[in-house]
Every structure is written in C-alpha cells, then in structure tokens.
C-alpha cells in the first residue's frame, strides 16, 4: 500500500496538499494529463477560465469514474470577468464546461485596480451560498490586498508563485496566522528546480530527484498546498511519488537558502509585490 497523501484540513474541508496544475495543458492533453493523475491517486485539480482547458479537464474528471466527491476542484475568475454582472454567468459557464454541479474553490486569478474588490467578492459568497463553490479564495494576492479581501468575508485560500528561489517568507507567515490556504503555483519553477545542485544533493540522500525534494519542501510547511504541471507520465508518477520521505531540518535550512528573490510571473497588470 502507498503511503498516505498529506491533507490540509480547513474550514471543515479536506484539502490535499498535493493538487495537479494545467497550465498549458489544451485538448487531449489536459484531458489525458487529468484522466492519468486521478490514476495515480491525485485527488486536486487546479484549473482557470484562461486557460481555457476546462471543458477537457471536465472530461478528465469523468474518465476514470472517481467521485466527484472526492475530488478536489478549484476554477480562477478571470480578469476580464469580475465585475459584478460578469461574475456568475461566466462561473455558470466554467461549471458547464467542467461538467459539474459546483467547484470546491473558486479564486480571483488576478486582483483588478477598477473593481472594488468587496464588489467582486459579495457575488462569489453569493454563489458560495447557492452551493455552487464550497470555498471563496484569491490568486496573486500581496499582504495588504488580502488583508483587505479577508475584511469582507470567509477567504479560504490565495495561490501564489512560490518555489525555493522565491520563498515568500512574509506572505507564507500571515496565510498561516489567518487560517489561510496558501498555495503555491509554479512550484518546481517551471521546471528550472530539476538541476540544481542544492536540492539534487539532498535528494541523494533518500533516492529522490531535486523536483521531488522541492515539492517535499512546500509539505513539511503548515497550511500549504502545491500543484505542479505535468504533461508526461513519469512526472505525475514521480510528482506523486513524495509521501514516503521526510526532510530534515537541516535540509529545509539548505533549501531556505536559495531564496533570491526570483518571481518568473510577473505581467504588467501584477500588483505592488511584498
Ligand atoms: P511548474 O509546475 O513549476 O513546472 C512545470 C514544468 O515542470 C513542466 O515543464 C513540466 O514538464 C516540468 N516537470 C513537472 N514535473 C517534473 C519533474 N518531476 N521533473 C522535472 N520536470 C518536471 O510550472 P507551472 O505550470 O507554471 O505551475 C503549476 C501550476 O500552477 C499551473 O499549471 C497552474 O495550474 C498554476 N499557476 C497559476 C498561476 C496563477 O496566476 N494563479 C500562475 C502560474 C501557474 P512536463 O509538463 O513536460 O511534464
């Protein structure tokens, strides 16, 4: 028997730390990168309006007959879509698309100067309520706009860029005092992680490979959760395969100190960054 998934409980829900990212992933792609990761045993799907993927991730879902239930599923509002009287007719669409009666989180994908955010956030409880996303978050959110959106309501979750050469040490403290989610997006660096030698050397030490040691990273953290892309088999299997080894403190002192600070994601409509 595989070792167990580590799980983030909040809020009364039980969130897998590990999710899957597709980003990138279109047609059979997304939907045979979705179909396979459920096959292993991933129990989190991270999608988004932009990406355009959700009708495939939808198809995924169902391919391999795993309850929706026991799926976690989380959707991003695009920017084009928060005003108010865009918010719900565009999610009506991301749930037709994904064919399901609700997401387990819906997040903000960006924040967006011209809405009032409190705006933007009152038509997603309001959606909460009507069952069609269990759980409210934001994406891309710095400390100061999240303490604004925590003003308003229940936010479950922000997902950032995080990876070891952006450690997001001050963002990852205040999610944790607040009882929120973190979780990390382009968390192997978009790949750039696999050669380092910091982490390649730790990873020695148990038989892993440095993306491994880097995901392992975010699971030794309270109240985080990541979600690494992959198109090919053996990186869902390998991705997956990280339950079944710890860090030491001294190796997560190692890997602390390859924070430099690096953000990959950055458009010109990013906020003022922590
Ligand atoms: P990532 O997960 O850091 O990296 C993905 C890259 O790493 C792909 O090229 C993948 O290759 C490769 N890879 C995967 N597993 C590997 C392994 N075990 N060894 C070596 N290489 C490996 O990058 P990301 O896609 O930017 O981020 C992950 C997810 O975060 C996205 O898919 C998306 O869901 C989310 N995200 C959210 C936002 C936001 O604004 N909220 C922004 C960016 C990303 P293959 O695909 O060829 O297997």
Redesign the pocket.
């Given at each position: 028997m595989s070792p167990q998934q580590t799980v983030r409980i909040l809020q009364n829900s039980r969130v897998p730390a590990l999710?899957?990212?597709?980003?990138?992933?279109s047609g059979r792609a997304a939907e045979d990168?979705v179909a396979a990761a459920l096959d292993i045993g991933y129990r989190h799907i991270?999608?988004?309006q932009i990406?355009e993927n959700e009708a495939e991730v939808g198809r995924g879902l169902r391919a391999g007959g795993t309850p929706r239930e026991s799926i976690f599923l989380?959707t991003?509002v695009w920017m084009s879509q928060v005003a108010p009287d865009r918010v719900r007719p565009s999610v009506e669409e991301s749930l037709r698309k994904l064919q399901t009666e609700y997401v387990d989180l819906l997040?903000i994908?960006?924040p967006v100067k011209d809405v009032p955010l409190e705006a933007t956030l009152a038509e997603l409880f309001r959606l909460q309520h009507e069952g069609k996303t269990r759980h409210v978050g934001v994406?891309?959110f710095p400390i100061a706009l999240l303490e604004a959106a925590l003003k308003h309501g229940p936010i479950f979750n922000n997902?950032?860029?995080r990876?070891p050469y952006l450690a997001q040490t001050r963002l990852t403290h205040f999610c944790q005092a607040h009882g929120v989610l973190l979780?990390?997006?382009?968390?192997?660096?978009?790949?750039?992680?696999?050669d380092d030698p910091v982490l390649t050397e730790i990873g020695a030490q148990y038989g892993k490979?440095?993306?491994?040691v880097a995901?392992r990273w975010f699971l030794e953290q309270d109240g985080v959760a990541v979600?690494?892309?992959?198109?090919?088999r053996?990186?869902?299997e390998?991705?997956f395969n990280i339950f079944d080894f710890s860090l030491s403190a001294e190796d997560m002192t190692r890997i602390a100190a390859l924070d430099r600070g690096q953000r990959?994601?950055h458009p010109g409509w990013a906020p003022a960054w922590d």
């Open positions: 999710g899957l990212g597709t980003w990138q992933l990168s991270d999608t988004a990406y989380t991003k997040l994908h960006w994406s891309n997902q950032v860029e990876h979780t990390a997006y382009s968390p192997l660096a978009r790949g750039k992680v696999s490979t440095a993306a491994q995901l979600i690494p892309k992959a198109a090919k053996a990186h869902l390998a991705n990959l994601i």
